[in-house]
């Protein structure tokens, strides 16, 4: 079964310096979502993406974030000048159609601890 | 606004005991109602989901939910558990602006 790919698994880096986190989303998947789970906490929203555009986002993307989809297959999430409180799980997301019948496919996320 | 509410952050459950991990919606509209789990160090996966049509809905690995709209709930239960079945469960709801709400989640600690 197609499956959502995140890389790295775990980032270590220093407050005030800029990361990227990867995901490959299923290929034929449209529209496409970072979520974010601060250890201990709910998942939160952050962002969603279709058509090359954000769609939607959370109060906590703010302007350090960023979404991009370089290529047509990775979709990547910025932090421009981490800071301690960035550090969490973060998961990509991603689905086929608009429609509440699909599903949300997440990736096994990325474990970002800023320090 | 949707959301969803897990009041048990929580539950200890003797293997091959039943469980039920209880959850609460508040909503205005038509829901779409999601369970997930997460397995330690893995991602989110979806275990079932209630759109419409029969209220019992039955997911992968043996759970099911059962939606109840005068009670605006949407527990989800499994007759026996397992040792593997130790995760953290995430209760969800899809809001008009076609996005996935989450709860606080309740952590499912299987006892020997």
């Known amino acids: 079964e197609p499956e959502v790919t995140q890389t790295p698994s775990h980032q270590v880096t220093q407050m005030g310096q800029e990361v990227i986190l990867r995901c490959v989303p299923i290929s034929n998947h449209l529209y496409f979502y970072w979520y974010r789970q601060i250890l201990g906490q709910k998942v939160e929203f952050l962002v969603s993406f279709y058509n090359n555009e954000i769609s939607e986002k959370s109060e906590i993307f703010d302007d350090q974030f960023s979404v991009e989809r370089p290529d047509g297959s990775n979709f990547t999430l910025k932090i421009r000048s981490t800071k301690l409180e960035d550090s969490a799980m973060y998961f990509c997301?991603?689905?086929?159609?608009?429609?509440?019948?699909?599903?949300?496919?997440f990736g096994n996320g990325t474990r970002l601890t800023v320090t | 606004a949707q959301s969803v509410t897990q009041l048990d952050s929580q539950v200890p459950v003797f293997e091959e005991a039943p469980v039920e991990l209880r959850c609460n919606y508040s909503?205005?509209?038509?829901?779409?109602l999601f369970w997930y789990v997460q397995y330690p160090n893995q991602g989110l996966q979806l275990l079932l989901k209630?759109?419409?049509?029969?209220?019992l809905v039955k997911g992968i690995n043996g759970f099911e939910a059962e939606f109840n709209k005068s009670q605006t709930s949407f527990h989800l239960r499994k007759p026996s558990v397992h040792i593997s079945d130790t995760a953290e469960y995430f209760c969800a709801v899809l809001n008009r602006d076609d996005k996935i709400i989450f709860g606080k989640g309740t952590r499912l600690h299987i006892l020997p």
């Open positions: 209630y759109l419409s049509g029969s209220t």
């Open positions: 997301a991603s689905k086929d159609r608009r429609s509440g019948n699909s599903p949300l496919h």
């Open positions: 909503s205005s509209v038509s829901v779409y």
